[in-house]
């Protein structure tokens, strides 16, 4: 017999099918079906970025990370938006990939240029100038302005700050794109690993052609496909490419490339800026269009993208020469050269 005092246990029904119901459902189907799509809109973004990581041409030629990026927690708050690199007033600005331009002019009293970058992202310049006008297009490794005085520095320096044009000045990190986030020079008391076996570290730069070094036609060289903008000798061009895929195979991005060939003007720049760690112009290697600089993880002792490149570069013709090895007069894990 039911007990008076306790209510009845409720029976299931089915969910009903009123108007306001089906309503609610249909809400509930959309908003998850949009905060997946959202989800993997981020997702694709994000891999987007990743790829695109490490393949910006450095704005200047080799690119020295003087002040590190180092936002604020709060976005009101004091902090470093950005990256310094080391640069001097006329020293030319190359576009780091394909956009356009997106404000010329003065901002707080700097020179200040800013670009919108196909893949999305708006790039600035402080202190920089541009001839060109807001809306015009450019390529990767164009030169599409100059540095100029008003650095904040204490030495002079070119500002780079990097943000998702979507975004509300999200800034980001700009070192990942230049292939600069892990340049961190090992110890030289870390023994590295023997060498391949048939690389002795010498390279085969030198004159070709009859052209004088630094003062190569363009029409005699090709771009890198694996990294637009960056030019070399079309043998030398053809065999890095082929290094890149496989290192892409392995790593999932391409090679990072700082610098390739390197014109007299460039070769004077650098060695104004670094004195007498610069080649005398018109004797660098970069100058034969024969040597590279990498970042990504190259440019550090020890890494295992820079373990992968001493096995395996060698068969590629690309080799890391004996005085810029861990052990040699002038250690730079970034720097090779190309052998035929």
Not at 138 to 164: K, M, Q, S, Y
Not at 282 to 310: K, Y
Request: aromatic share 8%; charged share 20%.
């Amino acid at each position: 017999m039911p007990n008076p005092h306790r209510p009845p246990t409720p029976r299931w029904r089915a969910p009903s099918r009123s108007r306001s119901g089906a309503t609610a459902f249909a809400t509930f189907v959309v908003t998850v079906l949009v905060v997946l799509a959202l989800g993997l809109t981020g997702t694709a973004r994000a891999d987007q970025t990743a790829a695109e990581a490490t393949t910006w041409v450095s704005p200047v030629p080799v690119m020295e990370i003087v002040t590190a990026f180092d936002p604020p927690q709060e976005t009101w708050l004091a902090g470093h938006r950005g990256i310094d690199i080391r640069a001097l007033p006329g020293e030319p600005l190359r576009a780091p990939t394909s956009g356009t331009v997106r404000f010329r002019g003065s901002v707080a009293g700097t020179d200040t240029v800013s670009i919108t970058t196909d893949s999305g992202h708006t790039v600035s310049f402080q202190p920089a100038t541009t001839d060109l006008a807001v809306g015009d297009a450019f390529a990767a490794g164009e030169r599409i302005g100059e540095v100029t005085d008003g650095a904040h520095c204490d030495e002079d320096c070119l500002h780079v700050g990097v943000w998702p044009t979507e975004s509300d000045r999200a800034y980001v990190d700009p070192a990942p794109f230049f292939g600069q986030d892990a340049s961190v020079l090992l110890p030289l008391s870390r023994k590295p690993a023997e060498e391949p076996a048939d690389d002795d570290g010498a390279s085969g730069a030198g004159s070709w052609g009859g052209h004088r070094n630094g003062r190569i036609p363009a029409s005699a060289m090709c771009e890198l496909k694996t990294a637009p903008g960056q030019l070399l000798r079309c043998d030398a061009q053809a065999a890095f490419d082929r290094l890149s895929f496989a290192f892409e195979a392995r790593f999932g991005r391409p090679i990072s490339v700082t610098d390739a060939y390197r014109d007299y003007d460039t070769q004077v720049i650098l060695k104004k800026r670094k004195g007498r760690l610069a080649a005398t112009p018109g004797t660098s290697n970069h100058g034969w269009a024969l040597a590279v600089d990498l970042g990504g993880g190259i440019n550090g002792f020890g890494s295992p993208e820079h373990e992968w490149m001493r096995a395996n570069a060698p068969t590629f013709a690309w080799v890391h020469p004996s005085w810029a090895r861990q052990s040699g007069s002038l250690p730079e894990p970034w720097h090779w050269e190309f052998r035929k």
